[in-house]
C-alpha cells in the first residue's frame, strides 16, 4: 500500500502516475496528514470493475439457486458474464 500527500501528487504527478501504472494498486492521498483520495491507473481500475461486476454476477446466480432453485452449468455462466461487460461496454 503506496501513501503520498497531496503536496507530492501535486509537485510529482509524473512519479506518483509511474508508481501507479507500475503497481497497478491503489494509492492513497493524504492532505494535512489524513485521508483525503485513492488514485489508480486507468486499467487498474477497469479490472477492478470487471471483478466487481463478475463477484456481483456470482451473487445473483447464488441467490437465483437458494430462492428458486435455478443452477447454471459452466458455460450458461460465462455467457452471462460476457453479456452483462457487453451491455456495460466493457471488454
Do not use: W
Not at 456470482?58 to 439457486?65: F, P, R
Amino acid at each position: 500500500m503506496r501513501i503520498v500527500s497531496s503536496k507530492t501528487l501535486r509537485n510529482d504527478y509524473s512519479a506518483v502516475a509511474a508508481d501507479a501504472h507500475e503497481c497497478g494498486e491503489p494509492i492513497f492521498v493524504t492532505r494535512n496528514g489524513a485521508e483525503d483520495l485513492v488514485v489508480m491507473s486507468h486499467e487498474a481500475f477497469l479490472a477492478r470493475e470487471r471483478m466487481l461486476d463478475e463477484r456481483a454476477a456470482v451473487l445473483e446466480a447464488e441467490a437465483d439457486y437458494r430462492l428458486r432453485g435455478v443452477s447454471y452449468g459452466l458455460d450458461d455462466a460465462a455467457s452471462m458474464l460476457r453479456a452483462a461487460r457487453s451491455a456495460q461496454g466493457v471488454a
